[in-house]
């Protein structure tokens, strides 16, 4: 059975405080954890060389850990300066090389903001520029990498899940990557009962079929945020304040049978948080094969 990953974003506290040092004993660091993913940061530029990132990969693999990449958060595709779009498929380019290099599949990518535009035509033009870099992507013959577009936690962000979806519409090979933190701060803890998570699922199928919501790209963490633009900081599991709680995410992926990879983005604890995640996905899938879930 083809069941879910999680894994950390970067490196956590703990990897240097473990004794940790150099980015290919990151493998090792996760397997003492029990994780199985992990998300490469590249949000302030691509600077991992081909060498280092196939290491990376041959370590990973060697313990069956799936890697993706976080593409530069610079990026944006919805900008009025078509130089800044075509610098911002470049960057994807960049990305797809990099992942490609470490074995992996999928680059997570912002979208951009709608700054002064209405969000119709911010869309329009993040949709020109995603077929730019698909083409981009096939021209380079990197057509297997997956751009997994995200929901975004500012309200100003171009990124609500239907903004999402839309872009993912573009074409098979996309994945959205659901950030929960960023939907609950975008809506102002509007992910509260198992009826706001299954919204977002039911989204998913009904636009892009089960199979892609089967294999979603996921972040989780517990984020702050104002009651005008939305986040404003990540924090950890320790909160009880803000939310949102990871349970009905693993429910329901158990239940609608998806395996997709789940990312922890929690303000320095993300590799303990996701052994939790794990742990609670694992309570759910127990109960799944014992016939408990309704």
Same mark, same amino acid.
């Given at each position: 059975? !083809?069941?879910? &990953?999680?894994g ?9 405080a473990?004794?940790?040092?150099? !980015?290919e004993?990151?493998p090792? =660091? ?9 998300e =490469?940061?590249?949000?302030?530029? %691509? ?16 313990? $069956? ?6 593409a530069? =958060? ?6 009025? #300066?078509? #130089?800044?779009? +075509?610098? *911002?498929?470049? =960057?994807?380019?960049?990305s ?5 290099a ?6 997570? %990518? ?6 002064k ?10 949709c ?14 990197? #057509?297997? %990498? &997956? ?7 500012k ?6 899940? $239907?903004?999402?979806?839309t872009? /993912?519409a ?15 701060? +975008? ?13 977002v ?5 009904? +636009?892009?079929?089960l *199979?892609r ?9 517990k ?15 320790? $909160?009880? /304040? @803000?939310?949102?709680?990871f349970?009905?995410?693993? #429910? ?8 997709? %990879?789940?990312?922890?983005? *929690? ?8 052994? !939790?995640? +794990?742990?609670i @996905?694992? !309570?759910?899938? *127990? ?8």
């Open positions: 059975m !083809t069941v879910a &990953r999680f950390p974003a970067g490196q956590a506290e703990s990897f240097t473990m004794g940790y040092k150099k !980015t004993q990151i090792e =660091y996760l397997a003492g954890f029990g994780l199985n993913a992990f =490469y940061q590249c949000g302030r530029g %691509v600077r991992i060389s081909e060498a280092a990132a196939a290491r990376l990969g041959e370590l990973a693999a060697q313990r $069956d850990i799936v890697l993706s990449l976080h530069p =958060y610079y990026i944006s595709l919805s900008s009025l #300066e078509e #130089e800044k779009r +075509r610098h *911002s498929v470049e =960057y994807i380019l960049q797809a090389r990099a992942v490609r470490m074995g992996g599949d999928r680059i997570v %990518v912002h979208t951009g903001s709608c700054a535009l209405s969000r119709e035509q911010a869309l329009a033009l993040a020109e520029s995603m077929r730019w870099a698909l083409d981009a992507l096939d021209a380079e013959g990197l #057509e297997g %990498v &997956r751009i997994c577009p995200e929901v975004m936690g309200v100003n962000q171009l990124g609500t899940v $239907d903004e999402v979806l872009l /993912c573009l074409d098979e090979r996309m994945i959205p990557c659901i950030d929960f933190g960023h939907l609950n701060a +975008r809506t102002f803890g509007g992910l509260k009962t198992h009826a706001d998570f299954e919204a699922f039911d989204a998913i199928e009904n +636009r892009l079929g *199979s919501l089967r294999e979603y790209h996921a972040h989780f963490s984020i702050q945020y104002t009651q005008n633009g939305g986040e404003k900081c990540h924090l950890t599991f320790a $909160d009880t /304040c @803000y939310g949102p709680d349970e009905p995410v693993a #429910e329901l992926t158990v239940k609608k049978g998806c395996h997709p %990879v789940i990312i922890c983005e *929690s303000a320095g604890t993300q590799t303990e948080d996701a052994r !939790t995640m +794990r742990q @996905y694992q !309570t759910f899938l *127990s109960s799944e094969s014992k016939g408990d879930l309704l």
